[in-house]
């Protein structure tokens, strides 16, 4: 009988390190502290609704925010400057900031960045526009994750989905 337990004893010590780490390699990452991709201070209309595409992005606006700073919401490495012309996204960037996640900032009058630069959050990285399947200057906005885009949250609070809210940069 001891040397039935003994062997049990030392199954689970063999077994729960596998274990721990199958199971550890199925969790998902925490996402960054992502903020608002504006300059601190500023405040922004920001829409969602049932038939956006994605249906989880959201649209910031302002008064006259043609031109406006639009700065990356969290540090990362861009892995897209393109260009669709007039569809779609027009003028768009893509930042990596690991662990699966991303970010999408899209209808822009101007890119800051180049492909492989390294940013940090809050640093300037286009300008909003009216550019690709656009009806009027905004910032199209996606967090995604694995490639599909998620639902948004600022420092940690949740975007309002589906209406419009004002919201307050704290990307400083």
Known sequence: ????????????????????V?????????APAFQLPFPCGQVWSGQTRTN?????SIDFNRANDEGDIVDASAA???TVVGNLGST???R???IDHGAGWRTRYA???????SVGQRVTRGQQIGNVGNTGGS??????FEQRLNGAAVRIAFNGAAALYYGTRNYTSQNC
Request: glycine share 10%; net charge positive.
């Open 1 to 20: 009988m001891p040397s039935k337990r003994l062997v049990a004893v030392l199954a689970g010590v063999v077994v729960a390190p596998v274990l721990t």
């Open 22 to 30: 199958v199971v550890g390699t199925g969790s998902a990452s925490a």
């Open 52 to 56: 956006h595409n994605p249906q989880l």
């Open 76 to 78: 990362g490495t861009v």
């Open 88 to 90: 779609s996204y027009g």
């Open 92 to 94: 768009w960037i893509e």
């Open 107 to 113: 209808h822009l009058s101007a890119q800051r960045v």
């Open 135 to 140: 009806t009027g200057a905004h910032l199209h």
